[in-house]
């Protein structure tokens, strides 16, 4: 049987011999192994059939020495209808054209929406997103991705606690959490202010309500600095919600290691680029063949779905970037390292704190190298707002 795919694909031609010596003919092409099928007779002189079309160019070859006249009837397959393209290559060209211009303009930015952000808020989004590149009119294959156009927004506008990148069709948008304003204070019940911790005072500011300790006192836990009760001698008492800050010495130790020689991981500002199409899983290079001759490197992969109108087509551009990375040992001295070590406590120290906090003062309480390590024990002395509100109560009357 005929694998009339294969015939379609190379082309085909049904063909009408009329004359005496049919049967010969045919004899004549099938010595000449020509394969003919769906042969017809039609009448006692005329025979239809079907041919492949690489045979029917020497057919009249074979018919030169016999009664027979051939008529070439219809002609099927690839390459006719490829005729037909050339024949018409102005409006295929222009249908081409018009297709390709769909499809960029499908995958240009149109728009940019931000919602949650204030006025001077949105100004700065919209200003850093032209510094990306994230403009209207931009193809979106010259852009960061959505994760990447976010990331960068939350570092570089400073009052941005969080921001949502989404791409709908040809629109970015953006939605915006800003950083938390002070809340505006509301009325406070009776309290009062005590230690949260043990310290000795340094300074002292009381917005309301009575202060009964001094500079230089050593104070405990939980031991009451400003008092929500006014009044004197228990007379015409009032209760009012202590406000205030009490600024204490406070005390902390640190135990912290840091090796003398540390290895870091960088790039070395070698890069590769692969381009190619997805079809589902399946990727399909063009661009970027070769692998990069790199002993160590990450990658960093960005996919951009493709866009035909309001559609998402099924196929991705994807940009792969292969960075070429290093080891880096740096070492320190002694003296380096212990500097490094004190810097990190302090940090950690300060991460437990209030803003406001500050270092009065620091001492190594102990420090060895062991293990190419620089090992420190140290006491620091911070100043800090101690101050923290207890809501008064008949026990705390009493």
Known sequence: MKNQWIDFLFGMVTVKITGKGIERFINVLTRNEIIIWNVKRHGTETITFQMKLEDAKNIRYFARHTDCQITFLKRKGVPFLFRRLLKNSGFLTGAVIFLLIIFLLSNVIWGIEIKGAKPD?????RKELDRMGVKIGK???????????????TNNVGNLTWVGVELKGTTYHLQVVEKNEPEKQKELSPQNLVAKKKAIIVKTFVEEGKKVVDIHDYVQKGQLL??????????????????????????????????????????????????????????????????PEYKQFETEKTIYKLHFLK???????????IRESEDIIRSYTKEQ??????????????????????????????????????ILDIHFKMIENIAVEQPISKETRE
């Open 311 to 321: 559609w998402v087509l099924p196929v991705s551009y994807i940009q792969t970037t």
């Open 337 to 374: 390292a212990e500097q490094i070590a004190l810097e990190r406590a302090k940090k950690e120290i300060k991460s437990r704190l209030d803003e406001d906090a500050m270092f009065k003062d620091e001492k190594i309480l102990h420090k060895e190298v062991k293990n190419g390590k620089v």
């Open 139 to 153: 193809l979106q294959f010259f852009v960061k991705n959505v994760e990447g156009i976010q990331r960068e927004l």
């Open 226 to 291: 400003v008092s929500g009760e006014i009044g004197q001698d228990g007379e015409n008492v009032k209760l009012v919600p202590a406000k205030g800050k009490v600024w204490g010495e406070t005390w902390y130790k640190s135990h912290v290691e840091q090796p003398l020689d540390t290895k870091f991981k960088v790039l070395n500002g070698n890069e590769k680029q692969r381009h190619a199409l997805a079809f589902g899983k399946f990727e399909l290079p063009i661009w970027g063949f070769k692998d």
């Open 121 to 125: 808020t949105e100004y700065q989004i």
